[in-house]
C-alpha cells in the first residue's frame, strides 16, 4: 500500500508540474506581449529558464546584485523571473506604502502556499473579519503598557546568557545558538508561559530551520518556486506528506506545534477553572479575556498561533542581534561609547525601566541603524489581485522614453518588495546610506516622509495591517540584551573572513564555510 501511494503521489507531483511548465510557457509568452513592466528598465536578462533570480538570491552575500540594480536603475525595475516572467522590484516610498496598505495585494501564492503549511490557520494567513478578530485580540498584549510586564522575563533571559558567556573557557564563541536560545526563551516565558524544556525538541529544531528555509535557496528550489505559483493547494499538501523534505518538516513542525498549543491551552483553562492565580503571559490572557464581541477566543484559535509566535519572536531577533555584535566588532569606537552610555545611564543597576531604556539616545540610533542595515525580512513577494497603479514617489523612465509617475500593474503581476533595499535608498537615507552610522539618528538626518512602518519609517517590521504584532516586543528584547551584553562584554572580530549577511527573502549571518553563525572573540569588561 505504501508503495503504490507512494507512486500515485509522484505521478500526481509530475503531472501537476509538466502542466503547469506548459501553461507558463504560453502565459510568459502572452504577457511579455501586453505588459508595461517589459518596457521598464532593469539588468540584463541570464538564461531563460532562471532569470535574474539565482542573481538576486543565490548571491555571495545578501545584496551584492540588487543593491547596484537599484543604484543603476533606480526604486522602480524590472527583473526577469523563471520562462522569462517579468518581475517588478520596488523600493520606492509612495509605491510600497501604496502596496503595503492595500487590499488590491496579497501574499504571492509560493509564500501563502509555504506559510500554511506551517501555520495554516494563524494570524499570519488570516483575513478579513477573522483576521482582525484575532489581531484585536493579541494587540493588549503587545501594546506599549502590554509588554512592560514582560521585562522581568527578558532580563532573565538576558542575564542566563551573560552567565554562560562567563563560564566560557574560550574567547572565541558562536553567539548565535546564544542568542537564539535567549530570545527562545523569552518568548516561551512572555508569550507561550511555558519554558524552553517544555517545547518538543523536534519542534524547536524544526522551527530553527524554518527561517534557513529563506536563506538557502538554490537553482532547483527557484525553479520549484516559480512552478509552485501556479500548483494548487492540494498538490503542496500532496508534497508535504513526502517523508522527506522542507515541505514534509513544515507539516511536521505545524502538527508538533498543535500539540504543545493544544496542552498548554487546556492547562491554562483548567487552572482558570481552578481559581488559580492567572499568570501574565499571552496565551493565559487570550484564554481569558472576552473581546470586544463578548466572546473569549475559542481553544482552537489560541492554539493556531503557537508556531508562529515561536517562528516570528524567535530567529528574526536573534539575527538582528547577532548583526549588531557584529556591527559593533567592526566599529569600535561605536561599542565603546555604547558601552559608555550603558555604564552611565544603567550603573549597573538593574532591571531599568522602558521608559530609561528609551531615554538611551546612542542605544536606540544604534538598534535603527542595525535594522535599517541588517532587516532580516529583506524580500516580500506579493500578487496583485486587481488591475491597478503603482503611485511613484520618483517618477521613471522607461525603455521607449515615456516618463511614468506612476506604474499601470495588471492583475496578477508579482511584485517584490525590497525592504532591504528601501533602506539604503539614498534620495531617503543620504548619500552615505551604505555606511553603519548610528549618529545619523542622533544628527536627524534620516528620512522623514510619511510612516511606512511602525517603527522609525524603517520596514524591518513591515507595515500597514500585516505590521508584526509583537515589534514592541522585539525592540525591548533588543534594548534589554544589548544592554546586558555590551555592558559586561567586549566584542572584537574573529581572525579570518567575518560573518556575512547571506540569504533570499531572509537573511541570516553566516560563517565563511557557509553555515550560520556569528564567531566573535569575546571578552569580559565588567
Known amino acids: 500500500m505504501g508503495n503504490i501511494l507512494g507512486g500515485d503521489l509522484y505521478k500526481s507531483l509530475g503531472a501537476a508540474t509538466v502542466a503547469s511548465i506548459v501553461f507558463l510557457l504560453f502565459r510568459a509568452i502572452a504577457r511579455r506581449r501586453a505588459n508595461i513592466i517589459h518596457n521598464i528598465p532593469g539588468p540584463p536578462?541570464?538564461?531563460?529558464?532562471?532569470?535574474?533570480?539565482?542573481?538576486?538570491?543565490?548571491?555571495?552575500?545578501?545584496?551584492?546584485?540588487?543593491?547596484?540594480?537599484?543604484?543603476?536603475?533606480?526604486?522602480?525595475y524590472r527583473v526577469r523571473g523563471c520562462f522569462g516572467q517579468n518581475r517588478l522590484m520596488v523600493s520606492d516610498a509612495a509605491a510600497m506604502q501604496f502596496?503595503?496598505?492595500?487590499?488590491?495585494?496579497?501574499?504571492?501564492?509560493?509564500?501563502?502556499?509555504?506559510?500554511?503549511?506551517?501555520?495554516?490557520?494563524?494570524?499570519?494567513?488570516?483575513?478579513?473579519?477573522?483576521?482582525?478578530?484575532?489581531?484585536?485580540?493579541?494587540?493588549?498584549?503587545?501594546?506599549?503598557a502590554g509588554v512592560r510586564k514582560y521585562q522581568p522575563v527578558i532580563l532573565k533571559a538576558a542575564q542566563e546568557m551573560t552567565s554562560q558567556l562567563e563560564h566560557s573557557t574560550s574567547q572565541l564563541v558562536d553567539v548565535s545558538p546564544l542568542l537564539a536560545t535567549a530570545t527562545l526563551s523569552a518568548i516561551c516565558e512572555a508569550v507561550l508561559g511555558c519554558t524552553i524544556q517544555e517545547l518538543d525538541e523536534e519542534f524547536v529544531q524544526i522551527t530553527s530551520g524554518v527561517v534557513e528555509l529563506g536563506t538557502r535557496l538554490n537553482s532547483g528550489s527557484i525553479l520549484f518556486g516559480a512552478i509552485g505559483t501556479h500548483l494548487p493547494g492540494w498538490v503542496w499538501d500532496l508534497g508535504a506528506r513526502l517523508p522527506t523534505g522542507p515541505l514534509s518538516d513544515l507539516r511536521k513542525g505545524?502538527?508538533?506545534?498543535?500539540?504543545?498549543?493544544?496542552?498548554?491551552?487546556?492547562?491554562?483553562?483548567?487552572?482558570?477553572?481552578?481559581?488559580?492565580?492567572?499568570?501574565?503571559?499571552?496565551?493565559?490572557e487570550l484564554v481569558t479575556i472576552k473581546q470586544s464581541d463578548g466572546r473569549p477566543l475559542t481553544e482552537e484559535e489560541v492554539e493556531d498561533q503557537t508556531s508562529l509566535m515561536v517562528v516570528a519572536g524567535q530567529e528574526t531577533t536573534a539575527g538582528t542581534l547577532a548583526f549588531g555584535l557584529l556591527a559593533l566588532a567592526r566599529h569600535p569606537d561605536v561599542q565603546e561609547n555604547l558601552r559608555h552610555e550603558i555604564h552611565s545611564t544603567l550603573g549597573g543597576k538593574t532591571p531599568a525601566s522602558d521608559v530609561t531604556y528609551n531615554n538611551m539616545p546612542l542605544l536606540n540610533a544604534f538598534i535603527k541603524e542595525v535594522l535599517r542595515l541588517y532587516p532580516i525580512l529583506a524580500l516580500e513577494e506579493r500578487i496583485t489581485l486587481e488591475d491597478t497603479s503603482l503611485p511613484l514617489a520618483q517618477s521613471i523612465?522607461?525603455?521607449?522614453?515615456?516618463?511614468?509617475?506612476?506604474?499601470?500593474?495588471?492583475?496578477?503581476?508579482?511584485?517584490?518588495?525590497?525592504?532591504?533595499?528601501?533602506?539604503?535608498?539614498?534620495?531617503?537615507?543620504?548619500?552615505?546610506?551604505?555606511?553603519?552610522?548610528?549618529?545619523?539618528?542622533?544628527?536627524?538626518t534620516t528620512y522623514k516622509g510619511d510612516a511606512i512602518g511602525p517603527y522609525a519609517n524603517l520596514l524591518a517590521f513591515f507595515g500597514g495591517p500585516r505590521t508584526c504584532l509583537g515589534w514592541r516586543f522585539a525592540i525591548l528584547e533588543m534594548q534589554i540584551i544589548f544592554c546586558e551584553l555590551v555592558g559586561k562584554f567586549s566584542f572584537a572580530l574573529a581572525e579570518g573572513e567575518p560573518a556575512r549577511p547571506y540569504g533570499s527573502s531572509m537573511v541570516a549571518p553566516v560563517l565563511a564555510t557557509g553555515e550560520k553563525g556569528t564567531t566573535l572573540h569575546v571578552t569580559r569588561v565588567l
Open 397 to 444: 523612465t522607461t525603455l521607449s522614453g515615456q516618463p511614468l509617475s506612476q506604474v499601470p500593474i495588471q492583475k496578477g503581476q508579482i511584485i517584490t518588495l525590497a525592504i532591504a533595499s528601501y533602506q539604503r535608498l539614498e534620495s531617503l537615507w543620504g548619500a552615505d546610506a551604505d555606511e553603519f552610522k548610528p549618529s545619523r539618528w542622533i544628527e536627524g
Open 254 to 284: 505545524q502538527y508538533l506545534a498543535k500539540q504543545i498549543g493544544k496542552r498548554l491551552v487546556r492547562d491554562k483553562i483548567t487552572a482558570a477553572r481552578q481559581g488559580l492565580e492567572r499568570n501574565n503571559d499571552v496565551f493565559s
Open 45 to 76: 536578462s541570464p538564461p531563460w529558464l532562471l532569470g535574474n533570480l539565482p542573481q538576486l538570491f543565490i548571491a555571495d552575500q545578501y545584496g551584492d546584485h540588487e543593491f547596484a540594480w537599484q543604484k543603476l536603475y533606480g526604486a522602480v
Open 99 to 144: 502596496i503595503v496598505n492595500s487590499a488590491k495585494f496579497d501574499f504571492s501564492p509560493v509564500n501563502i502556499n509555504t506559510i500554511k503549511l506551517m501555520h495554516r490557520k494563524s494570524l499570519m494567513v488570516a483575513k478579513g473579519e477573522h483576521h482582525r478578530r484575532l489581531r484585536a485580540a493579541f494587540n493588549p498584549s503587545f501594546s506599549a
